[in-house]
């Protein structure tokens, strides 16, 4: 037997914040850690598409917005076990369907509905994760034996007993925030706008700022989110090389580092440190730049809400004394599990003003898909 936990939170649009608080702490860390992986993924792509000339002092400045998809499996989906307390509600709902139950007196259902949410039960919780199936629910479901589902009372002066009916569930307005399905390369996405400024010793600088990009780039169900970044590119042959020159190629030692917001609920940070190099092919009306990379990596998403069982209208559920039952404060982090990377791109630039470029970055563990596209102001390349 299925029953509904429903409604979105206080009339809001299901986001990531308020399906997490619908979640105890196993179900919730199997429900994003696919979200975790692709999005961890992609803040640590996309910060360079060349390395800086070996110059001691030029202007340029490169303002654009480099594309993420991080490919991740598609059909996202958990399964984990665990134990769960049934609100009285839920308890009531259940117990509506064992026998005897309904022929009790009023005290006496009490009494059961007291001793079934007292009892931790085993379940086993399946459904969508944040980046699975929109259309389908977080179910969770009842895997307790007969001894576990039993439960006694006493009416004038005879012990009655009760058990809980096998098979049942509850099924929670949580489902699948990002399908995808939906989106180019069945990937995890993500956009951010990006400067670079250069170049004084052979050193470039890169600022990434978000005031908000979710509904831009159809994220919105992750919440509103925020971040800022920057780094740092190095071409340390300024210090050897009195002609700019002197090799063909430009090479860059890299250090990035940006924390993001998605809701008070969950904040993610990465760091990413490396080589570069690259090779401009072309004049000032149109160049080709291969480059390729090679970075070391961490990330993590750090989850911090508070678990609020809520009654089928979204209500917060009651205690069967009729208080409302206080919320349980859940914290974890979940770390992403790309460690390396290895990135080869390609990028155009027309008239030193128009760059556009896309590239690959094959990781450890997942890899990602990244697009650029920016305007440049003033040249810092050598002449």
Known sequence: MLFAANAQLTGQQPNIQTNLQQLIERSARAYIQPLAEGFTMNINGGWFHEAP?????????????????????VNQSFRVTGEYSLTPEQARRMLSRADGYNLLPQSAQNDIVRAVVARSLPVEITGPTAIGDKNTNV????????????FTTTVAGRNITVVLPANESVMLDVRGLLDTRDYLFNAVPFATPQLTVGTIMGTRGVIRY?????????LGPLGEIQMFGWGVQHNPLTWFANDANALPINVALNYYTQSYTLTK??????????????WTLG???FAITPYAGYILESASLNIDYEYQPR?????????VDGRPIAPVPIKFAVVG???????VGV?????????????????NRFSTVNINASVRLGNDLPQ
């Open 311 to 319: 009654t089928a209208t979204g209500e917060v559920a009651l205690d």
């Open 210 to 218: 978000v005031p908000n990009l979710a509904n831009w780039v159809g």
């Open 283 to 285: 004049g000032s009306v």
């Open 337 to 343: 599990e790309n460690t390396s990377r290895a990135i």
């Open 347 to 363: 990028s155009a630039r027309i008239l030193y003003l128009v760059d556009v470029g896309i590239e690959m970055n094959i990781g």
């Open 139 to 150: 179910r969770i479901g009842l895997t307790a034996n007969e001894a576990q589902r039993t």
């Open 53 to 73: 000339p070996a110059r001691t002092a030029a202007l340029m400045v490169d303002v654009g917005v480099v594309g993420m998809f991080a490919s991740v499996p």
């Open 265 to 278: 609920a969950v904040r993610a940070q990465g760091t990413a440190y490396g080589v570069s190099a690259s």
